[in-house]
């Protein structure tokens, strides 16, 4: 045998190797996103801290005044606004103007006043939870856990509050009215979606049904429970667990 034919059948190949199986490429975690809007940015600051210690969440804005806090939303389209005390335009304001531009976005407000009115107002501008300055070391995690779960939040005292209040008010006019009147299962349904801050709009998408037949629905269910405003409507559904405060 040749030295040349020696040489080519050592070098020649033993056998097919596979290539390598390459893994296969695992799907990133979503963000949870978070504008935060105060006029001072040490507060700012410190409540940065506090949510980007969350796993998954991402503060991608942040805003001095409503104004700013607007702009941010149009553009980041984020899934939470924590609003805080701003000049220009107050939390309410600029709850009504989020929810009207990026519905998918929801808004939690920390404010310096503890009130049973200004929670009134927070929960008709559609705003997600309400949270005094004075609980959010405590509190604004777990409030940001509740509402990313799609629950509404309230802070513990106020929650007792609210439930209290709208067991002495109706209380009273049970006296009065005798009105003990159950609701229907689609009427509970109707209640649970209005109270978690939904518009008569997204609750008729919810549900299936038209935005008038919502409306309808809500006006027969104040008629029938003799609610005198929307807030007595937020309580009920507290007391009764429809939604979680």
């Not at 805080?84 to 404010?111: A, C, F, Q, Y």
Request: glycine residues 4%.
């Amino acid at each position: 045998m040749s030295r040349e034919a020696a040489t080519a059948i050592k070098e020649a190949p033993t056998g097919t190797r596979e290539a390598p199986a390459v893994p296969p490429r695992l799907p990133v975690p979503r963000r949870y996103r978070v504008v935060i809007a105060d006029d001072h940015s040490i507060v700012r600051r410190g409540i940065r801290t506090l949510l980007e210690s969350l796993p998954g969440v991402e503060v991608c804005a942040e805003a001095a005044n409503g104004a700013e806090a607007l702009h941010h939303v149009m553009r980041e389209r984020p899934d939470l606004v924590v609003d805080l005390t701003m000049p220009e335009k107050n939390g309410l304001e600029v709850t009504r103007l989020v929810r009207e531009g990026s519905p998918t976005t929801d808004v939690l407000i920390l404010t310096m006043h503890f009130s049973e009115e200004v929670a009134r107002e927070v929960v008709r501008c559609g705003a997600r939870g309400y949270l005094p300055k004075s609980d959010a070391d405590i509190e604004l995690l777990h409030a940001v856990r509740h509402i990313q779960q799609h629950k509404p939040f309230f802070t513990g005292k106020l929650a007792t509050s609210m439930a209290e209040s709208f067991v002495r008010d109706t209380g009273a006019r049970n006296d009065d009215n005798h009105n003990d009147a159950p609701l229907s299962a689609r009427e509970l349904e109707v209640v649970q979606l209005l109270a978690s801050g939904k518009s008569n709009k997204e609750a008729a998408a919810m549900i299936g049904v038209s935005t008038r037949t919502v409306e309808s629905y809500r006006n027969h269910i104040m008629r029938k429970m003799d609610f005198r405003s929307f807030s007595d409507l937020i309580r009920f559904a507290i007391r009764n667990n429809l939604i979680q405060a």
